[in-house]
T-cell receptor, first 114, second 114 residues
Framework: DSGVTQTPKHLITATGQRVTLRCSPR?????VYWYQQSLDQGLQFLIQ???????AKGNILERFSAQQFPDLHSELNLSSLELGDSALYFC?????????????FGNGTRLTVT | AQSVTQLDSQVPVFEEAPVELRCNYS??????LFWYVQYPNQGLQLLLK??????LVESINGFEAEFNKSQTSFHLRKPSVHISDTAEYFC????????????FGTGTKLQVIP
């Protein structure tokens, strides 16, 4: 058990809809990362937060947004969903923002857009 | 910018045989290197890491990886694989300074054949 909790585990929704994915980081970790994993794109970094502030942005679409709350949990909002957004979305956390701090991953949220 | 190349998308190997999963990276700065493992329906877990010091690093379950700076490689090896090693393995690189921006390879699926 990594200590990172993601909810829900599965999400099925229709095109054009909006969903929110939730992540609780490992106790004591201040950094939260969001990744998208799909068969054709592999593991893609979306965005990183540290102690409530955005620190790095990756290949995140404008339809997607995220935030980290004062209690350090994070939410990823996906709107105007398209079929191509179907993927596994992972949250990870780490103690620091430095490159030597390993990432601890949750078990992911599987999003299916129909 | 940095990149990670895992040339082999799938590696089948018989149980108790040795295996090597290849990883090459490219970076203009010094890096930290990681191997993560993903078992079915789970998130990624840290397998081993190279931060500094000895170029040969080991995991608790018999895997080892050697950092080769001249060849910009960090290949993962195990002298004798077990059925339970069947999983997908991801090589990752992170710059040694500044904020953590982890770049993952596309993954190698290790299939251990009984």
């Amino acid at each position: 058990d990594s200590g990172v909790t993601q909810t829900p585990k599965h999400l099925i929704t229709a095109t054009g809809q909006r969903v929110t994915l939730r992540c609780s980081p490992r106790s004591g970790d201040l950094s939260v990362y969001w990744y998208q994993q799909s068969l054709d794109q592999g593991l893609q970094f979306l965005i990183q937060y540290y102690n409530g502030e955005e620190r790095a942005k990756g290949n995140i679409l404008e339809r997607f947004s995220a935030q980290q709350f004062p209690d350090l949990h994070s939410e990823l909002n996906l709107s105007s969903l398209e079929l191509g957004d179907s993927a596994l979305y992972f949250c990870a956390s780490s103690a620091q923002t430095g490159g030597n701090s390993p990432l601890h991953f949750g078990n992911g949220t599987r999003l299916t857009v129909t | 910018a940095q990149s990670v190349t895992q040339l082999d998308s799938q590696v089948p190997v018989f149980e108790e045989a040795p295996v090597e999963l290849r990883c090459n990276y490219s970076s203009s700065v010094s890096v930290y290197l990681f191997w993560y493992v993903q078992y079915p329906n789970q998130g990624l877990q840290l397998l081993l890491k190279y931060l500094s010091g000895s170029t040969l690093v080991e995991s608790i379950n018999g895997f080892e990886a050697e950092f080769n700076k001249s060849q910009t490689s960090f290949h993962l090896r195990k002298p004798s694989v077990h059925i339970s090693d069947t999983a997908e393995y991801f090589c990752a690189v992170s710059p040694s300074g500044g904020y953590q921006k982890v770049t993952f390879g596309t993954g190698t699926k290790l299939q251990v054949i009984p």
